[in-house]
């Protein structure tokens, strides 16, 4: 007798399958902290490969060698800035700290919030506030906590930089081995594609690092103009922030306001208008004109994508939004070109073409 339904085996190969799915995302998941160190590893093993790469074929040395001098170089120059900007942000902190019982002095002179005081007991508040969290910092189970977390972000830095030396070493023997498996067509689309990501992710490490530095320039020129103390460490500060697209001004932000505040209020206030002058200038002309010519995304699609990268993943999402949308615009071209035969007889452009600027 025949039965309609699907088959014991069918009903099986579905449940084994659905197991499998399962079994892969839950395995994702676990290992989400190893597979974030991997795609940082591989994001500075593409970035250090142009200078591996001239020291490996202008100066003859084994890749190996190259990348481990690119190592040295790269520890040099920290070590340079270090003992650049450590001292004076040091010496700016120590002040800083002696500083906070004047500020705290002219907090409580203000009207406002001597009114605060007066109806809320704001002042008894953060006063009780401020020693729990100084006898939390003091306590056993912070320190524990701080030594834990210097421990696995030095396994992390360890780790990365270990998967970023391999990958360095080992890219061009994996792409080589990749464009292999395909041949004719087929293999110039995937080298065109290689070369293309290749490109996306390298300019966006220089994208992001002139953002950084027109922030905290722009942030120390008008600190220093105004006579705002500590305006380096503020403007170091500032500067770092804006690696964060589209609130890392703001948040760079916030400290050098509180401090112009407590110099003056005129003080505060054109630190204010600073700040939001220069987020839309950094949003709107700095941080899309700069991706347009390195990541050659449209600068709608990199406001789109920092957008939905923050609500989806917070701040890491908001980092690894444009590369992953430049990624995808070269994935999705090289797709529309291979359906799209007007394409490859040299018609129209795609919506997205014509969005994407030309290299």
């Known amino acids: 007798m025949r039965s309609d ?61 190259a990348i481990l001098v690119v190592y040295l170089l790269l520890t040099a120059v920290m070590a340079g800035a270090a003992l650049l900007f450590v001292p004076p942000l040091i010496d700016a902190g120590e002040q800083a700290t002696q500083d906070v019982p004047v500020y705290v002095d002219r907090l409580a002179e203000s009207s406002v ?11 008894e508040r953060l006063e009780a506030e401020a020693t729990s969290a100084l006898e939390g910092i003091a306590g056993p189970d912070t320190a524990f906590e701080l030594a834990s977390r210097v421990i696995n972000g030095l396994l992390a830095l360890v780790s990365i930089a270990v998967i970023c030396f391999l990958l360095s070493l080992y890219g061009p023997k994996l792409r080589t081995w990749v464009l292999d498996l395909a ?9 065109r594609v290689c070369d293309r990501v290749y490109r996306v992710i390298s300019g966006y490490v220089l994208g992001i690092l002139l953002v ?49 505040f407590f110099q003056s209020w005129q003080a505060g206030v054109a630190a204010i208008v600073f700040l939001i002058v220069y987020q839309q200038v950094e949003n709107n002309v700095f941080q899309p004109v700069i991706h347009r010519f390195t990541v050659q995304l449209n600068p709608l699609w990199i406001i789109l994508a920092v957008l939905v990268g923050a609500n989806v993943l917070g701040i ?16 999705i071209q090289e797709w529309w070109s291979t359906r799209t035969p007007a394409r490859r007889a040299g018609g129209p452009l795609t919506p997205i073409d014509e969005a994407a600027p030309g290299p």
Do not use: C, K
């Open 316 to 331: 890491f999402g908001a980092l690894i939004a444009i590369p992953v949308a430049g990624i995808a615009q070269v994935l």
């Open 212 to 260: 950084a530095t027109t922030g905290g320039f722009a942030a120390w020129l008008f600190l220093t103009a105004l006579g705002v103390p500590f305006a380096l460490l503020l403007a170091f500060w500032a500067g770092l922030a804006s690696l964060i697209p589209l609130v890392g001004a703001t948040v760079g932000g916030v400290p050098y306001i509180a401090v112009a």
């Open 113 to 123: 919030v001597q009114d605060l005081d007066e109806e809320y007991g704001v002042l």
């Open 183 to 191: 041949e004719g067509e087929a293999h110039q689309r995937l080298e």
């Open 5 to 65: 339904g699907p088959s014991t085996r069918a009903v099986l190969r579905v449940l084994a399958v659905f197991g499998f799915v399962l079994a892969g995302l839950w395995l994702l998941w676990v290992s989400r902290g190893v597979i974030t160190w991997l795609a940082i590893g591989a994001f500075l093993a593409v970035a250090i490969n142009p200078l591996v790469t001239v020291l490996h074929r202008r100066l003859r040395l084994r890749r190996a060698g």
